[in-house]
């Protein structure tokens, strides 16, 4: 009967139709893998429909299955935000904020961010939690954290992106005695000649690709054949020859035996606000608001050679970006 139909079983079923994996649908909602199995056939029974199509190699949803996706995940959402905002009213913008930063995603402009965030809301205490560069993604999915402060690029269904704090520039990491080091700028086809770092598989394919484009404007590979499991190790390679690294200026961190040149063809990438959909409350909007009314903005194109020193937050001029958007496209593939 339908009317037996349990919220559980429908958000296990949209998890698993998101991950269409029983076994990373466990994982990420925190329960077993028979768990979901079992919820799974209890739904399709009370509803009298087979919602998945299961074979030894793949899952894929049923046309019923797609269907019931479409109707439900809305009034899910719907339901979510309305239990969001019953417990906002009760707890208010109080209480710990936690928020999550790589070696590579703090700085100025988040401790501007910061400061201005805690002057309007002091009785929100902000903490900072250092995660895995690598699998940036992991700590919010286990509510390790509230918000993670990264790099605006790549999709994922069960985040938002919200507002950007600042943009970096794009920039090559080379060896002082590398043929490029010389150069005041390179393009995306000076890489093709070059190795890069493969990322761990467990970093999202599709911010792989913003950070290092797999290909160069005319087609040609960007040949990623190093494995490198830290930053650390990619700047190694880097300064004995092995591997050039596409990065972000303003590090703070950079071996004196590299040089960053100017990459002319790829726009600054934008670093900003990123937490869980269904996790949404008073204070992560709180925040969300604080970075908008700071209103940053892109930096101009740099001039080659004319990168701010290691460290330093890049100037922000030019037009304004969209503030947020809502990441819906399907669950990005690691590779």
Not at 18 to 45: C, M
Not at 307 to 314: C, F, K, R
Request: proline share 10%; aromatic share 4%.
């Amino acid at each position: 009967m339908t009317k037996d139909v349990e919220l559980r079983q429908l958000r296990i079923f949209l998890a698993l139709a998101d991950e269409l994996h029983f076994g990373r649908t466990a994982e990420r909602l925190g329960i077993s893998q028979p768990g979901v199995s079992e919820a799974v056939r209890v739904l399709e029974a009370r509803l009298g429909a087979r919602l998945f199509e299961r074979t030894s190699r793949r899952v894929r949803l049923t046309p019923i299955g797609d269907e019931l996706r479409r109707q439900v995940a809305p009034a899910c959402q719907a339901l979510d935000t309305a239990l969001a905002g019953t417990r906002d009213l009760a707890v208010g913008v109080a209480g710990p904020l936690r928020i999550g930063i790589t070696p590579v995603t703090g700085g100025p402009a988040l401790d501007h961010l910061v400061g201005a965030f805690q002057a309007e809301w002091p009785g929100c205490a902000v903490s900072f939690h250092e995660i895995a560069m690598y699998d940036p993604y992991a700590a919010l999915r286990r509510c390790e954290i509230d918000v993670l402060v990264n790099w605006l690029a790549g999709s994922e269904p069960d985040l938002t992106a919200g507002p950007a704090i600042t943009w970096r520039n794009r920039v090559l990491a080379v060896a002082r005695d590398h043929r490029l080091a010389t150069r005041a700028s390179v393009v995306l086809e000076d890489l093709s000649d070059e190795h890069v770092a493969a990322l761990p598989p467990s970093f999202p394919a599709a911010l792989a690709d913003a950070i290092i484009p797999p290909r160069t404007p005319s087609g040609r590979p960007i040949r990623r054949t190093q494995p490198a499991s830290s930053l650390h190790e990619i700047f190694a390679l880097v300064a004995r020859g092995e591997l050039v690294h596409p990065t972000m200026s303003g590090l703070t961190f950079l071996r004196a035996d590299l040089v960053l040149v100017p990459i002319e063809d790829l726009p600054p990438m934008p670093l900003g606000l990123i937490w869980r959909t269904a996790c949404e409350n008073a204070k992560i909007r709180a925040l969300a608001q604080t970075a908008r009314s700071i209103r940053p903005n892109p930096p101009r194109k740099q001039r080659p050679g004319n990168l701010p020193p290691a460290g330093q937050e890049p100037s922000s001029q030019g037009p304004k970006r969209p503030a947020r958007r809502r990441w819906q496209s399907a669950r990005t593939s690691e590779a």
